[in-house]
């Protein structure tokens, strides 16, 4: 039975891998409803646990190109959804380190500790990923989020098209959505704004 089973699987990757929608639909009817009960288990919100079910399946189809075929399906879907989780669980903790230093909530955290430890790696992976960006786009973005200039100002300085410094402050900005997910982004400019 679990060979059957496992070439099933196999075929099915196969034809995933090829881009085929109808496997990619069975799988999702096949895994989905377990990993979303996997999910609520951890998040406890139903919403939270559809929204992560969403984003397995949507990393599925963007790597399906890559995936082995010996592999367990069912398996590697639930690293994901795992991977997934921790993403998610350390993205609120983020979220709300940022709510605590920003003043939006009145009462002080009682683990002042943990927070100082999750703005710290958030500042560091921020400043690594904007020194890790094109020079000339490291620059922009620095002049806009750390000097507070205009798009018209920075291209005035430094001779380019107002064109340029949008694309380049758009191509920054994107690479930061994808690196640290979208919730967290508004969070992590904040302290890039306040600490230079």
């Not at 094109?134 to 205009?150: A, T, Y």
């Not at 300085?157 to 191509?171: A, H, I, P």
């Amino acid at each position: 039975m679990e060979t059957k089973l496992a070439n099933q699987d196999n075929r099915i990757i196969d034809q995933l891998r090829e881009g085929s929608k109808d496997a990619f639909h069975f799988l999702y009817d096949t895994y989905g409803p377990k990993i979303y009960a996997f999910a609520f288990s951890y998040l406890k919100n139903s919403a939270d646990a559809e929204e992560l079910l969403q984003e397995v399946f949507l990393k599925l189809w963007e790597i399906r190109s890559s995936i082995d075929n010996s592999k367990n399906i069912k398996s590697f879907l639930f690293k994901i959804c795992i991977n997934l989780i921790y993403d998610f669980i350390r993205r609120k903790n983020i979220e709300k380190a940022y709510m605590d230093y920003s003043g939006y909530e009145s009462e002080k955290c009682c683990d002042n500790t943990w927070h100082d430890v999750i703005y710290n790696e958030m500042l560091s992976n921020l400043h690594q990923l904007v020194s890790g960006m094109p020079q000339q786009r490291q620059r922009i973005f620095r002049m806009s989020k750390e000097d507070g200039l205009s798009n018209e100002e920075i291209a005035l300085q430094l001779n380019l098209s107002r064109r340029t410094v949008e694309n380049q402050l758009y191509r920054a900005v994107s690479l930061l959505k994808e690196k640290l997910g979208t919730g967290s982004l508004a969070a992590l400019l904040f302290f890039f704004l306040n600490c230079k």
